[in-house]
Every structure is written in C-alpha cells, then in structure tokens.
C-alpha cells in the first residue's frame, strides 16, 4: 500500500470586510486576507450583483496571493448596500453606507 498524501489545509479568512462609511464621491476600500495563495473563484458582489473591473471598480489581488481589494471610486449614496467577498466556499461581508454631504446656505 502506498501513504496517503497528505491533504493540503484548506484557506481560512485571517482578516475579513469592515463596514465601511464613506461621503459621496468618496472611494470605498475593502481588502480581505486569505490563510494560503492560490485560491479559485474569487468574486466581489454589492447587494447580490456581481462585481467586475471597470472604471469605477477596482478589484486586484497583491504579489502574495493572499490579499484581495475591491476599490469603488466615486461612490453615490444608491451604492450604499452589503458588500461580499467570495473565495470557493469562503464568505465575508460588510456593510457599505454612502453619506451625503449637506450644503448649509
């Protein structure tokens, strides 16, 4: 009979979303850290919609294959809502809220 392999550890969340309050036209950043590089299926969702690279999303991951950051540039207030980060079966989620500015006269 031959050893078994040993089965790789599974990625855990080491650092998950924080809500985060922004003012309108603001960016909003939301980074979350990974236990191991080399993870599939990461996805960005704001309220159940699926996030892409765009002009005014930016979604990168750093050289350690760990780190994971959406940017939302410009934000309005219809982008306030719940943010998820998605890795395989992994799930951390924060809540976005967009303040708007008074102008006093």
């Given at each position: ?13 080491v ?79 924060a ?11």
């Amino acid at each position: 009979c031959s050893p078994l392999a040993p089965t790789e550890e599974a990625a855990v969340i080491v650092s998950g979303l924080k809500n985060t309050d922004v003012f309108v036209g603001e960016a909003a950043t939301f980074t979350c850290q990974l236990s191991h590089p080399g993870v599939k299926n990461v996805q960005w969702w704001l309220d159940g919609s699926p996030l892409h690279n765009n002009f005014v999303t930016e979604i990168s991951e750093q050289d350690d294959g760990m780190t994971h950051t959406l940017t939302l540039n410009d934000v309005a207030c219809h982008d306030s809502g719940t943010v998820t980060f998605r890795a395989g079966s992994l799930i951390s989620t924060a809540k976005l809220l967009v303040k708007g500015i008074l102008l006093l006269e």
